[in-house]
Protein backbone atom coordinates (compact mmCIF):
# COMPACT_ATOMS: atom_id res chain seq x y z
CA UNK A 1 0.00 0.00 0.00
CA UNK A 2 1.43 3.29 -1.31
CA UNK A 3 2.15 6.17 1.26
CA UNK A 4 -0.90 8.30 0.42
CA UNK A 5 -3.09 5.48 0.62
CA UNK A 6 -1.71 4.51 4.02
CA UNK A 7 -2.55 8.50 4.96
CA UNK A 8 -5.77 8.17 3.31
CA UNK A 9 -6.88 5.67 5.68
CA UNK A 10 -5.33 7.26 8.91
CA UNK A 11 -7.88 9.95 7.67
CA UNK A 12 -10.62 8.16 7.65
CA UNK A 13 -9.91 7.23 12.05
CA UNK A 14 -11.15 10.71 12.22
CA UNK A 15 -14.95 10.10 11.62
CA UNK A 16 -17.05 8.90 13.46
CA UNK A 17 -16.68 5.50 14.97
CA UNK A 18 -19.97 3.15 13.54
CA UNK A 19 -19.33 5.19 10.56
CA UNK A 20 -15.87 4.26 9.79
CA UNK A 21 -16.90 0.73 10.70
CA UNK A 22 -19.50 0.81 7.93
CA UNK A 23 -18.21 2.64 5.02
CA UNK A 24 -14.37 2.98 5.50
CA UNK A 25 -12.94 -0.30 3.68
CA UNK A 26 -15.16 1.46 0.83
CA UNK A 27 -13.75 4.89 1.26
CA UNK A 28 -10.47 3.14 0.89
CA UNK A 29 -11.58 1.24 -2.19
CA UNK A 30 -12.81 3.90 -3.83
CA UNK A 31 -9.77 6.37 -3.51
CA UNK A 32 -7.95 3.60 -4.63
CA UNK A 33 -10.38 3.60 -7.89
CA UNK A 34 -9.81 7.15 -8.55
CA UNK A 35 -6.58 7.25 -7.91
CA UNK A 36 -5.75 4.57 -10.75
CA UNK A 37 -7.98 6.58 -13.19
CA UNK A 38 -5.97 9.69 -12.64
CA UNK A 39 -2.95 7.82 -13.06
CA UNK A 40 -4.26 6.27 -16.76
CA UNK A 41 -5.47 9.61 -17.42
CA UNK A 42 -1.93 11.35 -16.70
CA UNK A 43 -3.25 14.26 -14.20
CA UNK A 44 -1.51 15.94 -11.14
CA UNK A 45 -0.84 13.24 -8.11
CA UNK A 46 -1.21 16.55 -6.09
CA UNK A 47 -3.97 18.01 -7.21
CA UNK A 48 -5.88 14.86 -6.62
CA UNK A 49 -4.20 14.37 -3.30
CA UNK A 50 -5.22 17.82 -2.26
CA UNK A 51 -9.12 17.61 -3.46
CA UNK A 52 -10.06 14.25 -2.48
CA UNK A 53 -7.86 14.90 1.09
CA UNK A 54 -9.91 18.32 1.30
CA UNK A 55 -13.55 16.71 0.37
CA UNK A 56 -13.02 13.98 3.17
CA UNK A 57 -11.79 16.15 5.77
CA UNK A 58 -14.95 18.14 5.36
CA UNK A 59 -17.22 15.14 4.95
CA UNK A 60 -15.77 14.01 8.96
CA UNK A 61 -16.35 17.40 10.21
CA UNK A 62 -20.39 17.03 8.52
CA UNK A 63 -20.43 13.14 10.33
CA UNK A 64 -19.21 14.25 13.35
CA UNK A 65 -21.60 17.27 13.94
CA UNK A 66 -24.16 14.99 12.61
CA UNK A 67 -23.25 12.44 15.58
CA UNK A 68 -23.19 15.52 17.78
CA UNK A 69 -26.62 15.80 17.27
CA UNK A 70 -27.38 12.04 18.48
CA UNK A 71 -25.86 13.23 21.31
CA UNK A 72 -28.25 15.52 21.71
CA UNK A 73 -31.16 12.86 21.84
CA UNK A 74 -29.14 10.81 23.98
CA UNK A 75 -28.89 14.01 26.53
CA UNK A 76 -33.26 14.29 26.21
CA UNK A 77 -33.20 10.83 26.96
CA UNK A 78 -30.67 11.08 30.22
CA UNK A 79 -33.16 13.97 31.33
CA UNK A 80 -36.63 12.47 30.49
CA UNK A 81 -35.25 9.07 32.50
CA UNK A 82 -34.23 11.43 35.70
CA UNK A 83 -37.42 13.40 35.86
CA UNK A 84 -39.15 9.94 35.55
CA UNK A 85 -37.25 8.61 38.26
CA UNK A 86 -37.38 11.86 40.12
CA UNK A 87 -41.23 11.55 39.88
CA UNK A 88 -41.02 8.89 42.41
CA UNK A 89 -39.67 10.35 45.51
CA UNK A 90 -41.56 13.84 44.41
CA UNK A 91 -45.01 11.74 44.65
CA UNK A 92 -44.39 10.04 48.06
CA UNK A 93 -42.99 13.04 49.74
CA UNK A 94 -46.57 15.02 48.86
CA UNK A 95 -48.58 11.85 49.54
CA UNK A 96 -46.79 12.18 52.87
CA UNK A 97 -48.88 13.82 55.56
CA UNK A 98 -46.26 14.35 57.78
CA UNK A 99 -43.99 15.99 55.19
CA UNK A 100 -42.62 19.83 55.09
CA UNK A 101 -40.38 19.39 52.40
CA UNK A 102 -37.82 20.22 55.14
CA UNK A 103 -36.21 16.54 55.07
CA UNK A 104 -38.04 16.76 59.00
CA UNK A 105 -40.16 13.76 59.09
CA UNK A 106 -37.98 11.93 61.24
CA UNK A 107 -38.35 8.83 59.55
CA UNK A 108 -41.78 8.89 58.64
CA UNK A 109 -41.87 7.95 55.20
CA UNK A 110 -40.70 10.82 51.91
CA UNK A 111 -40.16 14.24 52.94
CA UNK A 112 -36.66 15.19 50.75
CA UNK A 113 -36.02 19.01 50.55
CA UNK A 114 -36.21 20.88 47.59
CA UNK A 115 -32.22 20.96 47.41
CA UNK A 116 -32.15 17.23 47.42
CA UNK A 117 -34.70 16.89 44.30
CA UNK A 118 -31.83 19.01 42.85
CA UNK A 119 -28.77 16.99 43.63
CA UNK A 120 -30.89 13.45 43.11
CA UNK A 121 -31.99 15.00 39.55
CA UNK A 122 -28.43 15.76 38.57
CA UNK A 123 -26.89 12.50 40.22
CA UNK A 124 -29.12 10.87 37.96
CA UNK A 125 -28.66 12.77 34.65
CA UNK A 126 -24.83 12.24 34.97
CA UNK A 127 -25.56 8.38 35.65
CA UNK A 128 -27.70 8.42 32.85
CA UNK A 129 -25.15 10.10 30.19
CA UNK A 130 -22.19 7.62 31.81
CA UNK A 131 -24.50 4.61 31.26
CA UNK A 132 -25.53 5.64 27.64
CA UNK A 133 -21.70 6.91 27.23
CA UNK A 134 -20.80 3.10 28.21
CA UNK A 135 -23.11 1.61 25.68
CA UNK A 136 -22.80 3.44 23.18
CA UNK A 137 -18.46 3.50 23.45
CA UNK A 138 -17.03 0.58 24.62
CA UNK A 139 -16.57 -2.01 21.86
CA UNK A 140 -17.34 -5.22 24.51
CA UNK A 141 -19.60 -6.71 26.57
CA UNK A 142 -17.21 -7.13 29.56
CA UNK A 143 -15.76 -3.36 29.33
CA UNK A 144 -19.51 -2.47 29.22
CA UNK A 145 -20.68 -4.29 31.96
CA UNK A 146 -17.64 -3.06 34.06
CA UNK A 147 -18.37 0.21 33.31
CA UNK A 148 -22.01 0.50 33.81
CA UNK A 149 -21.85 -1.53 37.31
CA UNK A 150 -19.06 1.03 38.40
CA UNK A 151 -21.33 3.97 37.75
CA UNK A 152 -24.37 2.41 39.32
CA UNK A 153 -22.12 1.47 42.50
CA UNK A 154 -20.53 5.41 42.45
CA UNK A 155 -24.10 6.30 42.30
CA UNK A 156 -25.10 3.92 45.20
CA UNK A 157 -22.18 5.18 47.43
CA UNK A 158 -22.87 8.81 46.50
CA UNK A 159 -26.46 8.55 47.15
CA UNK A 160 -25.54 6.85 50.90
CA UNK A 161 -23.32 8.96 51.92
CA UNK A 162 -24.89 11.88 50.98
CA UNK A 163 -28.38 10.25 52.75
CA UNK A 164 -27.03 9.09 55.93
CA UNK A 165 -23.01 9.45 55.63
CA UNK A 166 -23.05 5.90 54.86
CA UNK A 167 -19.87 5.80 53.27
CA UNK A 168 -18.09 7.71 56.23
CA UNK A 169 -19.83 5.58 58.73
CA UNK A 170 -18.39 2.24 56.95
CA UNK A 171 -15.05 3.37 56.60
CA UNK A 172 -15.08 4.78 60.25
CA UNK A 173 -16.00 1.34 61.22
CA UNK A 174 -13.25 -0.56 59.60
CA UNK A 175 -10.72 2.20 60.69
CA UNK A 176 -11.90 1.37 64.25
CA UNK A 177 -11.79 -2.24 64.11
CA UNK A 178 -8.44 -2.05 62.45
CA UNK A 179 -7.24 0.05 65.70
CA UNK A 180 -8.70 -2.25 68.25
CA UNK A 181 -7.30 -5.89 66.36
CA UNK A 182 -4.53 -4.45 65.48
CA UNK A 183 -4.65 -6.99 62.10
CA UNK A 184 -5.99 -4.69 59.41
CA UNK A 185 -3.24 -1.95 59.25
CA UNK A 186 -4.54 1.36 60.67
CA UNK A 187 -6.89 3.21 57.79
CA UNK A 188 -6.13 6.82 57.69
CA UNK A 189 -9.53 8.53 58.31
CA UNK A 190 -10.22 7.02 61.59
CA UNK B 1 -36.59 13.98 2.68
CA UNK B 2 -39.99 12.81 1.15
CA UNK B 3 -41.48 16.12 1.01
CA UNK B 4 -38.62 18.70 0.32
CA UNK B 5 -36.78 18.62 -2.70
CA UNK B 6 -33.38 17.05 -2.86
CA UNK B 7 -29.82 18.26 -3.69
CA UNK B 8 -28.68 17.76 -6.61
CA UNK B 9 -25.77 15.12 -5.26
CA UNK B 10 -29.19 13.20 -3.98
CA UNK B 11 -31.18 13.14 -7.15
CA UNK B 12 -27.85 12.33 -9.45
CA UNK B 13 -27.03 9.40 -6.58
CA UNK B 14 -30.76 7.96 -6.98
CA UNK B 15 -30.73 8.64 -10.93
CA UNK B 16 -27.38 6.64 -10.75
CA UNK B 17 -29.24 3.48 -9.03
CA UNK B 18 -32.29 3.82 -10.87
CA UNK B 19 -31.38 1.53 -13.97
CA UNK B 20 -29.39 -0.97 -12.07
CA UNK B 21 -27.07 -1.59 -8.93
CA UNK B 22 -24.15 -0.35 -8.49
CA UNK B 23 -21.09 0.21 -5.80
CA UNK B 24 -19.63 3.43 -4.46
CA UNK B 25 -17.11 3.93 -7.90
CA UNK B 26 -19.79 3.19 -9.93
CA UNK B 27 -22.42 5.38 -8.82
CA UNK B 28 -19.28 8.49 -8.69
CA UNK B 29 -18.62 7.51 -12.66
CA UNK B 30 -22.52 7.51 -13.44
CA UNK B 31 -23.31 10.71 -11.81
CA UNK B 32 -20.31 12.79 -13.20
CA UNK B 33 -21.50 11.16 -17.07
CA UNK B 34 -25.12 12.29 -16.21
CA UNK B 35 -24.57 15.51 -14.90
CA UNK B 36 -21.81 15.90 -18.10
CA UNK B 37 -19.09 16.77 -15.46
CA UNK B 38 -21.44 19.11 -13.59
CA UNK B 39 -21.82 17.37 -10.14
CA UNK B 40 -18.52 15.95 -9.12
CA UNK B 41 -18.10 14.36 -5.70
CA UNK B 42 -15.58 12.92 -3.73
CA UNK B 43 -15.61 9.50 -1.09
CA UNK B 44 -16.75 11.90 1.85
CA UNK B 45 -19.89 13.09 -0.14
CA UNK B 46 -21.03 10.14 -1.62
CA UNK B 47 -20.50 7.56 1.50
CA UNK B 48 -22.02 10.78 3.43
CA UNK B 49 -24.76 10.27 1.12
CA UNK B 50 -24.98 6.69 1.06
CA UNK B 51 -25.23 6.81 5.03
CA UNK B 52 -28.08 9.51 4.74
CA UNK B 53 -29.75 7.52 2.11
CA UNK B 54 -29.63 3.88 4.13
CA UNK B 55 -30.66 5.48 6.89
CA UNK B 56 -33.65 7.25 5.01
CA UNK B 57 -34.45 3.83 3.90
CA UNK B 58 -34.13 5.16 0.16
CA UNK B 59 -31.47 2.55 -0.69
CA UNK B 60 -30.13 -0.50 0.82
CA UNK B 61 -27.22 -2.22 0.47
CA UNK B 62 -27.65 -4.87 -2.23
CA UNK B 63 -27.01 -8.89 -1.98
CA UNK B 64 -24.87 -8.80 -4.85
CA UNK B 65 -21.14 -8.55 -4.12
CA UNK B 66 -19.33 -9.54 -7.11
CA UNK B 67 -18.26 -7.04 -10.34
CA UNK B 68 -18.53 -8.91 -13.13
CA UNK B 69 -16.14 -7.32 -14.86
CA UNK B 70 -13.48 -6.88 -11.77
CA UNK B 71 -14.34 -9.70 -10.11
CA UNK B 72 -14.11 -8.16 -6.09
CA UNK B 73 -16.20 -9.72 -4.09
CA UNK B 74 -15.38 -6.54 -1.42
CA UNK B 75 -17.52 -4.30 -3.71
CA UNK B 76 -21.02 -3.52 -1.69
CA UNK B 77 -23.66 -2.44 -4.09
CA UNK B 78 -26.31 -0.29 -3.46
CA UNK B 79 -29.93 -0.33 -5.15
CA UNK B 80 -33.36 1.82 -4.48
CA UNK B 81 -35.58 0.48 -2.55
CA UNK B 82 -39.83 0.83 -3.18
CA UNK B 83 -39.81 4.30 -1.26
CA UNK B 84 -36.64 5.59 -2.71
CA UNK B 85 -37.86 4.97 -6.86
CA UNK B 86 -41.59 6.82 -4.94
CA UNK B 87 -39.02 9.75 -3.77
CA UNK B 88 -37.31 9.99 -7.18
CA UNK B 89 -40.58 10.06 -9.03
CA UNK B 90 -41.70 12.85 -7.27
CA UNK B 91 -38.88 14.66 -7.54
CA UNK B 92 -38.79 14.35 -11.00
CA UNK B 93 -42.46 15.02 -11.02
CA UNK B 94 -42.08 18.37 -9.43
CA UNK B 95 -39.06 19.04 -12.17
CA UNK B 96 -41.36 18.33 -14.92
CA UNK B 97 -44.16 21.14 -13.24
CA UNK B 98 -41.37 23.48 -12.70
CA UNK B 99 -39.98 23.26 -16.22
CA UNK B 100 -43.73 23.32 -17.56
CA UNK B 101 -44.16 26.79 -15.65
CA UNK B 102 -41.11 27.70 -17.34
CA UNK B 103 -42.58 27.09 -20.85
CA UNK B 104 -45.64 29.43 -19.91
CA UNK B 105 -43.57 32.30 -18.57
CA UNK B 106 -40.23 32.53 -20.51
CA UNK B 107 -41.11 30.09 -23.74
CA UNK B 108 -38.31 32.23 -25.51
CA UNK B 109 -35.98 31.03 -22.63
CA UNK B 110 -36.60 27.43 -22.71
CA UNK B 111 -34.49 24.82 -24.80
CA UNK B 112 -36.14 23.36 -27.46
CA UNK B 113 -37.65 19.48 -26.68
CA UNK B 114 -37.24 20.24 -22.76
Known sequence: MSGPHRLYQWLLRLYPRAFRERYGAQMVQTFADLDRERGAAGQSSFLFLTGVFAETGASIVKENIDMLSITARQLRLAAFASLALLAVPLILTFANPASRLRGEAGGEGFDWMPGSFVVMGAMLFAAALGVQWAARRLTTRTSRSVAIAAIVAIFGLAWVELAVDGVSQIVGLLAFASKVSGVIPALPLA | ?114
Open chain 2, 1 to 114: MATSPLTPSVLHILLALAEEERHGYGIMKQVQKDSEGSVKMGPGTLYGALSRLTKSGLIKESESRVDPALDDQRRIYYRLTAEGRGVLSAELKRYRNVVAIGRQRQPSTMVAGI
